[in-house]
T-cell receptor, first 113, second 115 residues
Framework: DAKTTQPNSMESNEEEPVHLPCNHS???????IHWYRQLPSQGPEYVIH???SNVNNRMASLAIAEDRKSSTLILHRATLRDAAVYYC??????????????FGKGTLLTVNP | GAGVSQSPRYKVAKRGQDVALRCDPI?????LFWYQQALGQGPEFLTY????????KSGLPSDRFFAERPEGSVSTLKIQRTQQEDSAVYLC?????????????FGNGTRLTVT
């Protein structure tokens, strides 16, 4: 599986934008970039995904570099409820019709009031 | 609407006991995944079902771990003769389709503690 590299932790202030980086220099042409987050004592929650173009949804925006070797998850106005571990994942075909997610350690985002 | 439901939420087992963990996926979801999450780590893949077929069990750590989804909906993860190293949160996820762009919906997990 192609690997991703994320900072271990980041801090932000409430109501400010947050840019969470992810490097994936060995990405292949068929890998989708997925972002999930995990709040304390909960299961991971889907945030956003993309292939080549930038994507926006109600939760966040995903900016993908032109060479696809890096991406950035953008939270436009951080709230205290956005404090979580954010996982950047490359999702590819793993055989047996399995498109599993392979999680790394993610980035722990702290939001200061 | 209802999300993925897992039960029990917490389970304490004495070493050597058998446990069964249940997952109720979102209705109509074809794909079902089980993950294991140790404290401070990201979730680790255990096994994958497409409907009732178990297509990938490469992540199951030993033959003490067994999963089934006999009717293509509810799934059970069974751990026989539990050991202390089995203590973890067990997460179930479902997705509508088994495709690269189909998001996974996770339950809140079962926290297993083996004493």
């Amino acid at each position: 599986d192609a690997k991703t590299t994320q900072p271990n932790s980041m801090e932000s202030n409430e109501e400010e934008p947050v840019h969470l980086p992810c490097n994936h220099s060995t990405i292949s042409g068929t890998d989708y970039i997925h972002w999930y987050r995990q709040l304390p004592s909960q299961g991971p929650e889907y945030v956003i995904h993309g292939l080549t173009s930038n994507v926006n949804n109600r939760m966040a925006s995903l900016a993908i570099a032109e060479d696809r070797k890096s991406s950035t998850l953008i939270l436009h106005r951080a709230t205290l409820r956005d404090a979580a571990v954010y996982y950047c994942i490359l999702r590819d075909y793993s055989g047996g019709s399995n498109y599993k997610l392979t999680f790394g350690k993610g980035t722990l985002l702290t939001v200061n009031p | 609407g209802a999300g993925v439901s897992q039960s029990p939420r917490y389970k304490v087992a004495k070493r050597g006991q058998d446990v069964a963990l249940r997952c109720d996926p979102i209705s109509g979801h074809v794909s079902l995944f089980w993950y294991q999450q140790a404290l401070g780590q990201g979730p680790e893949f255990l096994t994958y079902f497409q409907n009732e077929a178990q297509l990938d069990k490469s992540g199951l750590p030993s033959d003490r771990f067994f999963a089934e989804r006999p009717e293509g909906s509810v799934s059970t993860l069974k751990i026989q003769r539990t050991q202390q190293e089995d203590s973890a949160v067990y997460l179930c996820a479902s997705s509508l389709a088994g495709t690269l762009d189909s998001p996974l919906h996770f339950g809140n997990g079962t926290r297993l503690t083996v004493t």
